[in-house]
């Protein structure tokens, strides 16, 4: 029983971590530290479109290992013997499967894809952490280039 206990507090305190993934880089309005101290151009636009979209980090395999230990522990109470090996095998295959889509759901970040015609009337399209504040029309500034580039409403 103290097996079963300490796991579930295992996975659980695993869950909570991945939940605390930073997504702040993800918003224009916030710089890294390699960004920081270093020249980068300004333009400046307006938005054409913003359409709702997610950004899905990358997966850390924390969710489906969490999963496929619970399942597996907690499937190995049901029956006994050979039966209870394999509900423990198919205990952790479930678990590993319901903790994978968890870890997705909680790193999936709220994001608009931005299609932005500059000043000089070239276009292009960026993705960013959702802010209310750009809409179509809205004017932006456009700092940095290529895939080093924040965008900020003005």
């Given at each position: ?27 224009g ?18 938005i ?8 899905q ?6 969710g ?11 499937a ?7 039966g ?26 709220s ?14 399209v ?5 802010d ?22 003005m």
């Amino acid at each position: 029983m103290k097996l079963k206990t300490y796991s579930i507090t295992a996975v659980i305190l695993s869950l909570s971590v991945l939940g605390c993934a930073n997504t702040n880089t993800l918003s224009g309005d916030v710089y890294t530290a390699e960004q920081a101290k270093t020249v980068r151009s300004v333009a400046f636009g307006t938005i054409v479109s913003a359409n709702p979209v997610k950004i899905q980090n990358k997966e850390t395999g924390l969710g489906g290992l969490s999963g496929g230990a619970i399942g597996g522990i907690a499937a190995s109470g049901i029956g006994g013997g050979r039966g209870s090996a394999i509900a423990s095998v198919v205990g952790g295959v479930v678990g590993l499967v319901v903790g994978n889509k968890i870890e997705q759901a909680i790193d999936a970040t709220s994001a608009l894809e931005l299609t932005i015609r500059r000043d000089n009337g070239e276009e292009f399209v960026v993705v960013q952490k959702y802010d209310n504040r750009f809409t179509p029309g809205a004017r932006v500034r456009i700092v940095g280039s290529g895939n080093n580039v924040n965008v900020t409403p003005m």
